[in-house]
T-cell receptor, first 113, second 113 residues
Framework: ETGVTQTPRHLVMGMTNKKSLKCEQH?????MYWYKQSAKKPLELMFV???????ENNSVPSRFSPECPNSSHLFLHLHTLQPEDSALYLC????????????FGPGTRLTVT | AQSVTQPDIHITVSEGASLELRCNYS??????LFWYVQSPGQGLQLLLK??????LVQGIKGFEAEFKRSQSSFNLRKPSVHWSDAAEYFC???????????FGKGTRLHILP
């Protein structure tokens, strides 16, 4: 595998379910990101990790819980979501600092029913 | 804080015509500037970036962008578009001091045959 991979690619879950999104980067980067992309809304940064430490939490509701066990893996744990949480969730990685470009995964299309 | 404005939500051009997508940023010092492209249902792919030096930067897929400090702009251009260029284009800016970059709201490009 090369680049940034995300699993699953599609997820349908009920409001009472618990699920997790997984992201893995094979680029040797230090920083990893979660973004939310909704229809007709701009790209929203959710969380940033650098060397496994969270450096940004953009006022994300607690029903989204990130986990970064190492610099190559990033998870987003989901529980008791709302229908408005339906969106494309994108993971990205970079060498850290905004001087470096971010590389994106293909995203997970989440539908909350 | 830095910000990015993409004034055009949608742009339609004919195949073979030239293209210019506008991007204006707000930041006091020299910014780090990026253009990304996103095909439907996919992640974002970096087209090009500007950090310093030559203000005209070349990217992939025949795209180029010009940094104009006096106008706070970083417009994306292509001399002749192809039907496969239909996608959404995002301009982004970073300040080099933290891990995040700020994305514009995007411009959706439509190509007429």
């Amino acid at each position: 595998e090369t680049g940034v991979t995300q699993t699953p690619r599609h997820l349908v879950m009920g409001m009472t379910n618990k699920k997790s999104l997984k992201c893995e980067q094979h680029l040797g980067h230090n920083a990893m990101y979660w973004y939310k992309q909704s229809a007709k809304k701009p790209l929203e940064l959710m969380f940033v990790y650098n060397f496994k430490e969270q450096t940004e939490n953009n006022s994300v509701p607690s029903r989204f819980s990130p986990e970064c066990p190492n610099s190559s893996h990033l998870f987003l744990h989901l529980h008791t979501l709302q229908p408005e949480d339906s969106a494309l969730y994108l993971c990205a990685s970079s060498q850290g600092r905004s001087t470096y470009e971010q590389y994106f995964g293909p995203g997970t299309r989440l539908t909350v029913t | 804080a830095q910000s990015v404005t993409q004034p055009d939500i949608h742009i339609t051009v004919s195949e073979g015509a030239s293209l210019e997508l506008r991007c204006n940023y707000s930041y006091g010092a020299t910014p780090y500037l990026f253009w990304y492209v996103q095909s439907p249902g996919q992640g974002l792919q970096l087209l090009l970036k500007y950090f310093s030096g030559d203000t005209l930067v070349q990217g992939i897929k025949g795209f180029e962008a010009e940094f104009k400090r006096s106008q706070s702009s970083f417009n994306l251009r292509k001399p002749s578009v192809h039907w496969s260029d239909a996608a959404e284009y995002f301009c982004a800016v970073g300040d080099g001091r933290d891990d995040k970059i700020i994305f514009g709201k995007g411009t959706r490009l439509h190509i007429l045959p």
